[in-house]
């Protein structure tokens, strides 16, 4: 079955950096976009970033120029490296699989992932 697994998560002083990892299996992981989204305490999950089969990347314009996400398809897994980091910044961040169509990603909407991992804290202090 399809796993995705965050870790990598934790606390920072606003200004610092984190690197977060979605381990992924179950699934073709090279042949399909993956995203990643976040969640604050009484807001809406939003997308983050995505990048596609080919590793072609899309932004949210509120993290772009901050963020880089990554994926080594050898190792089954997606990376996001976080720099500059908010107060805002702080949340749950989901991995997101979407496990159909031919690998192109279609925007940073949750109805475009069908898998879902269960989540690593970020909280960054001011």
């Known amino acids: 079955q399809v796993q995705l697994v965050e870790s990598g998560g934790g606390s920072v002083q606003a200004g610092g950096s984190l690197r977060l990892s979605c381990a992924a299996s179950?699934?073709?992981?090279?042949?399909?976009?993956m995203g990643w989204f976040r969640q604050a305490p009484g807001r809406e999950r939003e997308g983050v970033a995505d990048?596609?089969?080919?590793?072609?990347?899309n932004y949210a314009d509120s993290v772009k120029g901050r963020v880089t996400v990554s994926r080594d398809n050898a190792k089954n897994t997606m990376y996001l490296q976080m720099d500059s980091l908010k107060s805002e910044d702080s949340g749950m961040y989901y991995c997101?699989?979407?496990?159909?169509?031919?690998?192109?990603?279609?925007?940073?909407?949750?109805?475009?992932?069908?898998?879902w991992g269960q989540g690593t804290q970020v909280t960054v202090s001011s």
């Open positions: 990048i596609d089969s080919g590793g072609i990347p």
């Open positions: 997101a699989a979407r496990v159909r169509g031919n690998g192109y990603c279609l925007g940073l909407g949750l109805a475009n992932f069908n898998y």
């Open positions: 179950g699934f073709a992981f090279k042949d399909y976009c």
